[in-house]
């Protein structure tokens, strides 16, 4: 198993920053894609970033293009999300998510393709 904590969250302004940390710990080499959802209120949880530990390709939601950056530090056993340009519609709670191997070429983006979860950090954004 692997078990995964998250921080980072908080209360922002538009335009603003924020970093979110996902420690991972256990059995991580068993599950090499590591992904970034997120669930505001009312709404079903959606992809946002993903990565995986063996190599540099990072996959994105188009809406967070050019915003949000996916990173790594495989000796800390830590993935990173820095969220730039921060909007109001940006505003829910982010999972950190991983996942079994088995995609060689390409990237799973279904909440149900993810079966290690961590508690979530909620990120506000304020207009």
């Known amino acids: 198993q692997v078990q995964l904590v998250e921080s980072g969250g908080g209360l922002v302004q538009a335009g603003g920053s924020l970093r979110l940390s996902c420690a991972a710990s256990?059995?991580?080499?068993?599950?090499?894609?590591m992904g970034w959802f997120r669930q505001a209120t009312g709404k079903e949880r959606e992809f946002v970033a993903g990565?995986?530990?063996?190599?540099?390709?990072?996959y994105y939601l188009d809406s967070v293009k050019g915003r949000f950056a996916i990173s790594r530090d495989n000796a800390k056993n830590t993935v990173y999300l820095q969220l730039n340009s921060l909007k109001p519609e940006d505003t829910a709670v982010y999972y950190c998510?991983?996942?079994?191997?088995?995609?060689?070429?390409?990237?799973?983006?279904?909440?149900?393709?993810?079966?290690?979860w961590g508690q979530g950090t909620q990120v506000t954004v304020s207009s």
């Open positions: 256990g059995r991580t080499f068993s599950r090499p894609i």
């Open positions: 990565i995986k530990w063996s190599d540099q390709s990072s």
């Open positions: 998510a991983a996942a079994s191997g088995g995609y060689r070429f390409s990237f799973p983006r279904g909440a149900n393709e993810f079966d290690s």
